[in-house]
């Protein structure tokens, strides 16, 4: 077991700004990559953005382009979800997950049956 710790949601207004931790304990040299998912009230959980460690690549849902941005401090097991003009609609509760599979595919991460390890979720919330 990989236990990933969230942290850093809240409360912002829209137009706002929040980061997001997730920190993962245990052995993790063998996970290929981390990433972010969303789940909102009534909907499926969607994929957020994903970063490949090895190779430091992001890859981003078309809803976060632009306005998130994943970065990660491999030394701590940490990554981060900065998370920019937040809009109403980004309102969830948001997962972090480790993956130990390796892909260089673009869309491989956009899957959450790709990930074999999650955090507990962290609340997000957008004020209009």
């Known amino acids: 077991q990989v236990p990933l710790v969230e942290s850093g949601g809240g409360l912002v207004q829209a137009g706002g700004s929040l980061r997001l931790s997730c920190t993962a304990s245990?052995?993790?040299?063998?996970?290929?990559?981390m990433g972010w998912f969303r789940q909102a009230p009534g909907k499926e959980r969607e994929f957020v953005g994903a970063l490949r460690w090895t190779a430091g690549r992001t890859y981003y849902a078309d809803s976060a382009k632009g306005r998130f941005t994943i970065s990660g401090d491999n030394a701590k097991n940490t990554v981060y979800l900065h998370m920019n003009s937040l809009k109403p609609e980004d309102t969830a509760v948001y997962y972090c997950a480790s993956s130990r599979y390796f892909s260089e595919s673009r869309t491989y991460y956009y899957n959450a049956g790709n990930f074999d390890y999650w955090g507990q979720g962290t609340q997000v919330t957008v004020s209009s």
């Open positions: 245990g052995r993790t040299s063998n996970h290929y990559a």
